[in-house]
């Protein structure tokens, strides 16, 4: 099975929008937002500052930060997928954003086009995961950075991702393919310090937080219908069996059974 971030200009018009609009929707729930900020509190840089978000898709990472940091300064929202940015695009215009913040179609796993030493922070926010070679990734931002700059990697072990209707077989068959159909890389977390120390970088912070819901299911319901059309649309799941799974979700939800757990991690280096 293949990762469709990977290759997300390439899907049916209707999960592209999906993705579009669940990036959009869980950077504002409370739990994910949550954790979002903690690392948005430790980034402090004025308007001569610019900040290189990896893989931002449609931008809502970088307008949440411009407004919950009041960031005068120059947020560069990049990502492979020209879909993702064009979304992005309008909505920053939409909400008068467009002055701080630029889009660029950038290919992370490849050399960035971007004057070397030019960035004071460079962010990966839910990146590394879909990636066939995180080490390089990060080799390539640190390129990118100003002395003492800083890299934020911020992704989920989704190894461990568990949405659990009580279904036991259907729950193992969805979970399962939406790892396989939709992270290239389920446990990077817990591979990046040893990447960072082979790249020389400088762990001054890190923080874990369980993204954990039960009865309800306001982060994963999201979560679990986006990702689980992605995977029947790509032909790595049968349709029937996604939307069986579906209904046991709402079941669960309804009858305050539900189970949801992802461990998100968060590190913050510096060259």
């Not at 931008?59 to 979304?87: A, C, P």
């Not at 992270?183 to 762990?203: D, E, G, H, Y």
Request: proline share 2%; with cysteine.
């Amino acid at each position: 099975m293949s990762d469709v971030f990977l290759n997300i200009d390439e899907q049916p018009k209707d999960s592209v929008s999906m993705i579009s609009e669940r990036l959009e929707d869980r950077s504002f729930k409370g739990q994910f937002s949550d954790f979002t900020k903690e690392y948005f509190e430790l980034l402090d840089y004025d308007e001569n500052s610019r900040i290189l978000e990896l893989g931002g898709g449609t931008g809502v990472i970088g307008r949440n930060f411009i407004e919950y940091r009041n960031f005068k300064g120059k947020y560069v929202v990049s990502d492979l997928s020209k879909e993702l940015l064009n979304f992005g695009e309008k909505k920053a215009k939409e909400l008068e954003l467009d002055n701080h913040l630029e889009f660029k179609q950038i290919d992370a796993m490849s050399e960035i086009i971007l004057d070397q030493g030019s960035c004071d922070a460079i962010i990966m926010h839910t990146l590394v995961s879909h990636v066939p070679n995180p080490a390089v990734v990060i080799e390539n931002a640190k390129k990118l950075l100003k002395r003492n700059g800083k890299i934020i990697i911020f992704d989920a072990d989704y190894e461990t991702l568990l949405m659990a209707s009580g279904n036991k077989e259907l729950d193992e068959i969805v979970n399962t393919a939406i790892k396989k159909g939709c992270v290239a890389q389920p446990k990077v977390m817990r591979l990046i310090p040893k990447i960072a120390n082979s790249l020389k970088l400088k762990l001054i912070k890190y923080k874990s937080n369980l993204l954990f819901e039960a009865g309800s299911a306001e982060f994963f319901y999201g979560m679990g219908k986006t990702l689980s059309n992605a995977v029947v649309k790509s032909n790595q799941l049968d349709k029937k069996i996604a939307d069986e799974w579906l209904k046991e979700i709402e079941k669960a939800m309804s009858e305050n059974t539900f189970f949801g757990m992802c461990p998100y991690i968060t590190y913050i280096y510096e060259i």
